[in-house]
Every structure is written in C-alpha cells, then in structure tokens.
C-alpha cells in the first residue's frame, strides 16, 4: 500500500493531470479566443485570461444598461484569473455555478458555448476543473 505522502502526490499527480486536459479542451473548444491567457504589458506578460474587449454576448446578458456606443448585450470580457476564488460568476454574480455561467454565453460566444455543451461529461469537467484552477 502506498504510503500516504505517495498517495497524496498521486492524488496530486491526477488533479493536475485533468486541469491539463481541461486547458487543452478550454483552447480546443475556442474559450481562448476572447479569454486569452496573457496580455502584454510593460512589465512582460500579465496572466489574465480575457481580451478586455467588449463583445456582444447575446439577449440572455442583456441588461438594457447603455454606456456609450456599448448596448446592454455588450460586456467586456471578465478575466479569469482568480476564478477559483469565487462563488459567483458572470460580470454582475447572477449565477453560482460555472456550467450556469456558460451556459447563459450567447452573441459571439454562442458558438464556443455549443461547443462546450457537445462535449462528454468528462471533457466538461476538465474544463471546470481547469476554471476552477485558476
């Protein structure tokens, strides 16, 4: 039997071994087209996963708010870093869970959120475990 300390970087080992795959479906399934992993600053690269544009996320994100040219579908894109952190989601904290806040990804986003929902069970809790990582 191994002993506990092995186990636990076994235990370790899988986790990590998921939040990999998870990256690599995050990427596959296009999250990292606006949720882009570094962005280019002074000092180097900045961890951030987000474009920090604004995109048209579709009527299920609507809040009929206008701010200059940008609708109320028109959010910006939230960073992802510190993800794991959270227990609301989305840019205003209207869902608990991260399926729910893919879920409601509509607009330009639409395509990646079908995407995501095509995949198997398994592949979709790589990529929520890989979310989760961050």
């Known amino acids: 039997m191994p002993s506990p300390s092995l186990s636990g970087g076994l235990a370790h080992d899988a986790e990590a071994a998921v939040v990999t795959a998870g990256a690599k479906a995050f990427d596959d399934v296009g999250c990292g087209k606006c949720h882009v992993p570094y962005l280019h600053g002074a000092a180097g690269q ?28 028109d959010w910006r894109t939230t960073p992802l ?48 475990s890989f979310l989760r990582s961050l």
């Open 46 to 73: 900045v961890r951030i996963y987000s474009d920090l544009l604004l995109h048209d996320m579709g009527p299920g994100l609507d809040d009929k708010i206008v701010q200059g040219e940008a609708g109320g579908a």
């Open 81 to 128: 870093v510190g993800l794991g952190t959270h227990d609301r989601y989305l840019h205003d904290g209207r869902v608990d869970t991260l399926r729910d806040a893919i879920l409601v990804h509509g607009g330009e986003a639409e395509i990646v959120r079908q995407r995501f929902f095509d995949l198997d069970d398994a592949e979709q809790r790589e990529i929520l």
